[in-house]
């Protein structure tokens, strides 16, 4: 089931790589995407699924996000035994392929196998609300909430032209759909998820407060995959609501978002 997606995806890659970078950085990435699954397909031990998520976190490092890039960073790290981070990776890609199976499955396998798995997170309300739209993708919700804000102008427009009354009710209904697809867009954007939901990578013990001085919040320390929300944000640590046991301060360096 853990495995690389690369023909039709590596081409559809390529493809929207070169649209964002300068062609030496295009073809430098592009290098380095087909050697990460190079080295997955050859890898024999943690350290060789370790150095194919280097490569793919080079990538994301140079500003490309991708499902496509996520999803095998979450493999690369699930194969390395790396569960939080994998779980982290997964999370980034669903929004980009929100119905994959096969990226379903494999996050529901990695949070299996997390030695630190809590009790699943509370959705956040506009998951409720706006749950029509978990079957788009985010570029998809952009392009669709952009369209119909360019389109609703545009109906007044003929409107007033053509001195059609009943085309402001239809420009009305097009402007209250772009606004919850914009709403949408910007509730449920990568970087909003980023924001506000994180996992523990390795283990660590959460404290009371910012430091090693105060005593731990729980009674045994968090363990690799442990999800959370994300309550408050320092230069070294991180306050967050961990489902079932509380709430408790972690050092950065343990926290994947």
Same mark, same amino acid.
């Given at each position: 089931m853990i495995r690389f997606q690369g023909s039709v995806a590596t081409l559809v890659f390529f493809l929207t790589f070169a649209s964002g970078l300068s062609a030496d950085r295009s073809s430098d990435r592009q290098r380095d995407f087909l050697r990460s699954i190079e080295l997955f397909d050859a890898a024999k031990s943690p350290e060789d699924f370790r150095e194919s998520a280097l490569l793919l976190e080079s990538i994301v490092a140079d500003g490309f996000c991708s499902g496509v890039v996520f999803y095998n960073l979450g493999n690369a790290y699930y194969r390395a035994g790396e569960f939080g981070r994998a779980i982290s990776n997964y999370r980034k890609a669903k929004p980009y392929r929100p119905s994959d199976p096969l990226l379903e499955a494999n996050l529901q396998q990695a949070l299996a196998s997390a030695p630190g798995k809590l009790p699943d997170l509370p959705r956040p309300w506009w998951d409720h609300v706006l749950f029509w739209t978990e079957s788009i993708d985010y570029p998809t919700r952009v392009a669709i909430a952009l369209s119909l804000l360019v389109l609703a102008p545009l109906i007044v427009l003929c409107a007033c032209l053509f001195h059609r009354k009943n085309l402001i009710w239809l420009a009305s209904a097009v402007t209250g759909v772009a606004v919850l697809f914009v709403t949408d867009a910007v509730l449920t954007s990568p970087e909003n998820a980023r924001m506000n939901r994180a996992v523990i990578t390795g283990e660590t013990v959460a404290r009371k407060g910012i430091g090693k001085d105060y005593e731990a919040a729980f009674d045994s320390p968090l363990k690799d995959g442990a999800e959370f929300v994300v309550l408050q944000e320092t230069n070294g640590w991180t306050f967050g609501r961990f489902? &079932?046991? &509380?709430? &408790?301060?972690?050092?950065?360096?343990?926290?994947a978002k």
């Amino acid at each position: 089931m853990i495995r690389f997606q690369g023909s039709v995806a590596t081409l559809v890659f390529f493809l929207t790589f070169a649209s964002g970078l300068s062609a030496d950085r295009s073809s430098d990435r592009q290098r380095d995407f087909l050697r990460s699954i190079e080295l997955f397909d050859a890898a024999k031990s943690p350290e060789d699924f370790r150095e194919s998520a280097l490569l793919l976190e080079s990538i994301v490092a140079d500003g490309f996000c991708s499902g496509v890039v996520f999803y095998n960073l979450g493999n690369a790290y699930y194969r390395a035994g790396e569960f939080g981070r994998a779980i982290s990776n997964y999370r980034k890609a669903k929004p980009y392929r929100p119905s994959d199976p096969l990226l379903e499955a494999n996050l529901q396998q990695a949070l299996a196998s997390a030695p630190g798995k809590l009790p699943d997170l509370p959705r956040p309300w506009w998951d409720h609300v706006l749950f029509w739209t978990e079957s788009i993708d985010y570029p998809t919700r952009v392009a669709i909430a952009l369209s119909l804000l360019v389109l609703a102008p545009l109906i007044v427009l003929c409107a007033c032209l053509f001195h059609r009354k009943n085309l402001i009710w239809l420009a009305s209904a097009v402007t209250g759909v772009a606004v919850l697809f914009v709403t949408d867009a910007v509730l449920t954007s990568p970087e909003n998820a980023r924001m506000n939901r994180a996992v523990i990578t390795g283990e660590t013990v959460a404290r009371k407060g910012i430091g090693k001085d105060y005593e731990a919040a729980f009674d045994s320390p968090l363990k690799d995959g442990a999800e959370f929300v994300v309550l408050q944000e320092t230069n070294g640590w991180t306050f967050g609501r961990f489902s &079932g046991i &509380g709430d &408790g301060w972690v050092r950065n360096e343990f926290v994947a978002k």
